[in-house]
């Protein structure tokens, strides 16, 4: 039969290898997309994870609009950060797994640390300070 040989009670093929097949008839699950709580919990408990992340966008976004920038623009940022956080450390994460686990992680850890590097950086009154933005600022004005 094979290496896609149907075992005895068993309702999905057997594959031999971790390497997927030439032809997809299906679109696959990103790795971790599982459900971060199990099936008796209701549906806000299954998704944690990707609420907690959006909540802390929400409070960033309310901030700003309370004319608090710089703050809520940081909130934002650690918001995304927590996000790349919680993609590393939990198995399954529900719907924040939206790639693989890498390009999840690059993907909210490298947004959320320019965020708030940004958010630092804002004029008037920066936090930080850094020269060579300077000299590129300059350079594409004139």
């Known amino acids: ?7 005895e009670g068993a309702s999905e093929p057997q594959r031999s290898s ?14 971790g997309g599982g459900r971060a709580a199990s099936g008796d919990f209701p549906a806000p408990a299954r998704q944690w994870p990707l609420l907690s992340v959006m909540s802390g966008v ?27 956080v919680l993609r590393w450390a939990l198995p399954s994460v529900g719907m ?5 686990r890498f390009t999840d ?23 930080i300070h850094i020269p060579f933005l300077d000299d590129i600022v300059h350079f594409t004005v004139w």
């Open 105 to 127: 992680m690059a993907t909210y850890g490298g947004l959320g640390f320019v965020i708030v590097m940004l958010a630092m950086m804002v004029q008037p009154k920066p936090w």
């Open 58 to 84: 929400a409070f960033g976004l309310l901030l700003e609009a309370l004319d608090a920038f710089r703050w809520g623009a940081i909130v934002i940022g650690l918001s995304l950060l927590g996000g790349a």
């Open 96 to 100: 924040l797994a939206v790639r693989s």
């Open 1 to 7: 039969m094979g290496a896609e040989a149907h075992s």
């Open 18 to 31: 971790r390497r997927f097949p030439t032809l997809t008839r299906d679109t696959a699950r990103p790795e």
